[in-house]
Nanobody, 114 residues
Framework: QVQLVESGGGLVQADGSLRLSCAASGSRFSINAMGWFRQTPGKQRELVASITSGGSTNYADSVKGRFTISRDNAKNTVYLQMNSLKPEDTAVYYC????????WGQGTQVTVST
């Protein structure tokens, strides 16, 4: 059973930084793409950033230049470095991993105060 466990969320002031981590376990197979999504009440979950096993990245326009996604394949872990945070970045952040199907973590709250 594949499990994804996120950590690193919390409360931060605007212009501050946070680093999210997501560790995958339980898979006998290599993980293909991994990514971070976020969701606020009443809205659909949206892509924040994704990264392939080869290191190719993709970002939402709203976070380009501020967020950086990276991964450690040996540790099956994906990271999201978030800098210059804005109140509109407040959301529950979910990581996912594609291993023949998509798996999701439980989510971690990020709150950016003014």
């Amino acid at each position: 059973q594949v499990q994804l466990v996120e950590s690193g969320g919390g409360l931060v002031q605007a212009d501050g930084s946070l680093r999210l981590s997501c560790a995958a376990s339980g898979s006998r197979f290599s993980i293909n793409a991994m990514g971070w999504f976020r969701q606020t009440p009443g809205k659909q979950r949206e892509l924040v950033a994704s990264i392939t096993s080869g290191g190719s990245t993709n970002y939402a326009d709203s976070v380009k230049g501020r967020f950086t996604i990276s991964r450690d394949n040996a540790k099956n872990t994906v990271y999201l470095q978030m800098n210059s945070l804005k109140p509109e970045d407040t959301a529950v952040y979910y990581c996912n991993a594609y291993i023949f199907r998509v798996y999701w973590g439980q989510g971690t709250q990020v709150t950016v105060s003014t």
